[in-house]
T-cell receptor
Framework: GAGVSQSPSNKVTEKGKDVELRCDPISGHTALYWYRQSLGQGLEFLIYFQGNSAPDKSGLPSDRFSAERTGGSVSTLTIQRTQQEDSAVYLC???????????FGPGTRLLVL | AQTVTQSQPEMSVQEAETVTLSCTYDTSESDYYLFWYKQPPSRQMILVIRQEAYKQQNATENRFSVNFQKAAKSFSLKISDSQLGDAAMYFCAYRGGSNYKLTFGKGTLLTVNP
């Protein structure tokens, strides 16, 4: 069984551009999470998907951030009009259900110039 | 809101020695879970150990064990017989019983000296 995978591993973009980050959860895991890890803020929860339920978007920092999960599997986190403060490592995790242990992917390091 | 505090930004230990990383948390919930995750330079967050608050017995995973003091809201990680591969950033994390969000501490950078 493969673990959580994320792509790209690293992304450099210019301020104002849109970026898409991808997460492939562990097969069979119904819950998927996005976290952001930055020097100033540490690790912060962004969004949570559980099965076909409406996602919990309460951690998204602004309306420039959005995420979707297609077919209950792969998820894409989109950041529109990127700003320098968006530079961080974006971590994805999945779990068998919403109350089970979360397993993390290797993250995507985003640098906005 | 729950908070997790790791008071040691950095720690170092000699290979084969024992080191303890500290973590305290604040919560009003009675049902919750605590975790220690390890993040090496590869960035992959790896689960080290998990403790259910309702269990009085401290969790143990090989060389890793915790000292869970529920009344004091303390959850320290002890690493025995430290190895070079243990060098990493260690994060303490909290999750409420009916919640799914992890709340993390700021982390402790552990260096293992040969």
């Amino acid at each position: 069984g493969a673990g959580v995978s994320q792509s790209p591993s690293n992304k450099v973009t210019e301020k104002g551009k849109d970026v898409e980050l991808r997460c492939d959860p562990i097969s069979g895991h119904t819950a998927l999470y996005w976290y952001r890890q930055s020097l100033g803020q540490g690790l912060e929860f962004l969004i949570y998907f559980q099965g076909n339920s409406a996602p919990d978007k309460s951690g998204l920092p602004s309306d420039r951030f959005s995420a979707e999960r297609t077919g209950g599997s792969v998820s894409t986190l989109t950041i529109q009009r990127t700003q320098q403060e968006d530079s961080a490592v974006y971590l994805c995790a999945s779990s068998f259900s919403g109350v089970e242990t979360q397993y993390f992917g290797p993250g995507t390091r985003l640098l906005v110039l | 809101a729950q908070t997790v505090t790791q008071s040691q930004p950095e720690m170092s230990v000699q290979e084969a020695e024992t080191v303890t990383l500290s973590c305290t948390y604040d919560t009003s919930e009675s049902d919750y879970y605590l975790f220690w995750y390890k993040q090496p330079p590869s960035r992959q967050m790896i689960l080290v150990i998990r403790q259910e608050a309702y269990k009085q017995q401290n969790a143990t995973e090989n060389r890793f064990s915790v000292n869970f003091q529920k009344a004091a809201k303390s959850f320290s990680l002890k690493i025995s017989d430290s190895q070079l591969g243990d060098a990493a950033m260690y994060f303490c994390a909290y999750r409420g019983g009916s919640n799914y969000k992890l709340t993390f501490g700021k982390g402790t950078l552990l260096t293992v000296n040969p």
